[in-house]
């Protein structure tokens, strides 16, 4: 018996887990588009990001972490702009309709969405190679939005959670972390760092709830997919300043520490990117208030760098002219 695009629709992904009503919402999942309705002194965000088989995420990852860390991603860069989530779409193209991996994948994006109260108000589907493409919608108040310009010499650079556990993560399944060059054979770990390493590729978690509560006291953000020489960089370049970061400050997990060598744990955090956390700036008299937001989330937040007059971003101590950040048109990497 063939499955029908629109039996795939109802059955995976017009649920009630994935379909959350939302007074914002006029019109949902099921139409030939949504309608959404904007607060007033609301601005709308968006975002859009394409996870591909082979490149994002291994072609034969359980389909549940596929799934929760698609939206987790994308929700990622809502966290950077102190966005509240409300909804998101979803294009997916498929090489079947197998429930063996529908059932689980939508499970995946359940969890996740209704963690962010972020319902699914509508998308497309195609036959073809596994690809996913989401595309996030959030509010904030009207001009207070975060912006990769605004850092200014003086400031701080701050980093959420721990720095390299996500290209670690993708080392330890088998694959290059993409800038880092960086490889984890599995067998050789311990299973208690390669489960952490797992997670944290898998299901990396947005920082939402800091980025709404500590927006006031932020100047410049931006969220870390590409590694932080690659992703500061974008900070210096829009703020036109420069950023000196202070590798002996850089916050790895016990994991990292007791599993991975020192340089491993370097190239990750520098190059390797996928973990997701918020790299900011911020003036050095909001250090207390920032400390105390992040300590009331049981978050790690580490001062790992200042902005500085001039350009670019150095890491004193650091030789890493060969070492790149990642870019998908450029061979493999960039400088």
């Not at 968006?46 to 994002?56: E, F, I, Q, W, Y």
């Not at 000196?244 to 991975?260: K, T």
Request: hydrophobic share 45%; with cysteine; charged share 20%.
């Amino acid at each position: 018996m063939s499955t029908s695009e629109q039996d795939i629709i109802r059955r995976y992904f017009a649920m009630p887990e994935l379909a959350l009503p939302r007074a914002e919402i006029e019109l949902g999942i099921g139409d030939d588009a949504a309608v959404l309705r904007i607060p007033q002194g609301r601005y709308l965000v968006t975002s859009t990001d394409v996870l591909t088989a082979g490149t994002h995420f291994p072609a034969d990852a359980p389909a549940e972490s596929v799934g929760s860390r698609a939206l987790a991603v994308n929700l990622s860069d809502l966290a950077a702009m102190a966005a509240e989530p409300l909804c998101f779409t979803l294009a997916l193209t498929l090489p079947s309709a197998d429930p063996d991996w529908l059932e689980p994948f939508s499970r995946g994006l359940a969890q996740v969405a209704g963690a962010h109260r972020c319902p699914l108000v509508g998308g497309d589907l195609s036959l073809g190679p596994l690809q996913i493409a989401i595309q996030v919608h959030g509010l904030c108040e009207a001009g207070r939005e975060l912006r990769r310009g605004g850092a200014a010499p003086g400031q701080g650079v701050y980093i959420t959670g721990h720095a390299g556990d996500g290209a670690l993560g993708l080392a330890s399944l088998g694959l290059e972390a993409r800038g880092a060059r960086l490889r984890l054979p599995p067998d050789e770990l311990p299973p208690d760092c390669r489960a952490h390493f797992h997670a944290a590729f898998y299901n990396p978690t947005p920082r939402i709830e800091f980025a709404l509560a500590a927006a006031p006291f932020i100047a410049s953000a931006i969220d870390v997919s590409d590694g932080l020489l690659g992703d500061a960089g974008h900070l210096a370049a829009a703020s036109e300043a420069g950023i000196v970061l202070d590798a002996g400050a850089l916050p790895y997990s016990p994991a990292a520490r007791r599993c991975a060598g020192k340089q491993s744990r370097l190239r990750a955090a520098l190059c390797g990117g996928d973990d997701y956390e918020l790299c900011f700036t911020s003036d050095p008299a909001n250090e207390s208030q920032l400390m105390a937001i992040a300590a009331g989330l049981v978050l790690p937040l580490t001062r790992i760098g200042e902005v500085i007059a001039g350009e670019g971003v150095h890491c004193p101590g650091v030789e890493s002219s060969g070492w790149l950040s990642f870019d998908h048109f450029s061979g493999a990497d960039q400088g």
